[in-house]
């Protein structure tokens, strides 16, 4: 069963960091792509940041970039997140969600982790 697990969200201060992880298991890692997704209270769910396990190609919107990072663990099948100088319109429900490298349906997602950066 290809579960995915996220934790370290929480409560910050704007200009504050936190790192989020995505436990996976269940599946051959190194095939797959992991996208970060989020969803603000009353929007509609984006994804913000992908990293190619294999490769380690990433990717990030431009709302984040310079300000995150994803990187991957293949010894632990996590992928984390990395969020500096957050900033109030970045609270969300933060989503890992996993598919097979070059195809675009998602196998599984986790269940979400909440951030809330504060003014």
């Known amino acids: 069963e290809v579960q995915l697990v996220e934790s370290g969200g929480g409560l910050v201060q704007a200009g504050g960091s936190l790192r989020l992880s995505c436990a996976t298991s269940g599946f051959t890692f190194d095939n797959y792509a992991i996208t970060w997704f989020r969803q603000a209270s009353g929007k509609e769910r984006e994804g913000i940041s992908c990293?190619?396990?294999?490769?380690?190609?990433?990717y990030y919107i431009d709302s984040v970039k310079g300000r995150f990072t994803i990187s991957s663990d293949n010894a632990k099948n996590t992928v984390y997140l990395q969020m500096n100088s957050l900033k109030p319109e970045d609270t969300a429900v933060y989503y890992c969600a996993g598919r097979r490298y070059g195809e675009s349906r998602y196998d599984a997602w986790g269940q979400g982790t909440q951030v809330t950066v504060s003014s």
């Open positions: 990293i190619t396990v294999s490769d380690g190609s990433t």
